[in-house]
């Protein structure tokens, strides 16, 4: 079984920049598909990116595209999301979740994994 534990979280100002780790460990890591998730105060956990387990895809919500980036490394069994011109409406609890079907999905279900969430906060 994976285990994961996210870090990374903080306070920012509108414009700028965090990247948020996500740690792995346990067996077949680098089998798994990983995506980030995140949920406002009063609201439903979102989809946010999603990778494949070897790196080759990737999947974004449009509210993040082209400014978050999500990446792996396995060799670290690490998973990272660095994000840019972060914004007010950023601010959520941010969760990192694996999938052992590989499937890189914008879907809750799919994920049986999840780590224990970190806070960002974008002040306007």
């Known amino acids: 079984q994976v285990q994961l534990v996210e870090s990374g979280g903080g306070l920012v100002q509108a414009g700028g920049s965090l990247r948020l780790s996500c740690a792995a460990s346990?067996?077949?890591?680098?089998?798994?598909?990983v995506a980030w998730f995140r949920q406002a105060p009063g609201g439903e956990r979102q989809f946010v990116a999603s990778?494949?387990?070897?790196?080759?895809?990737?999947y974004y919500a449009s509210s993040v595209q082209g400014r978050f980036t999500i990446s792996k490394n396995n060799a670290k069994n690490t998973i990272y999301l660095q994000m840019n011109s972060l914004k007010p409406e950023d601010t959520a609890v941010y969760y990192c979740?694996?999938?052992?079907?590989?499937?890189?999905?914008?879907?809750?279900?799919?994920?049986?994994?999840w780590g224990q969430g970190t806070q960002v906060t974008v002040s306007s």
């Open positions: 979740a694996a999938d052992g079907n590989d499937y890189a999905s914008y879907a809750i279900a799919e994920y049986d994994v």
């Open positions: 990778i494949t387990s070897n790196g080759e895809r990737t």
């Open positions: 346990g067996r077949t890591f680098s089998n798994y598909a």
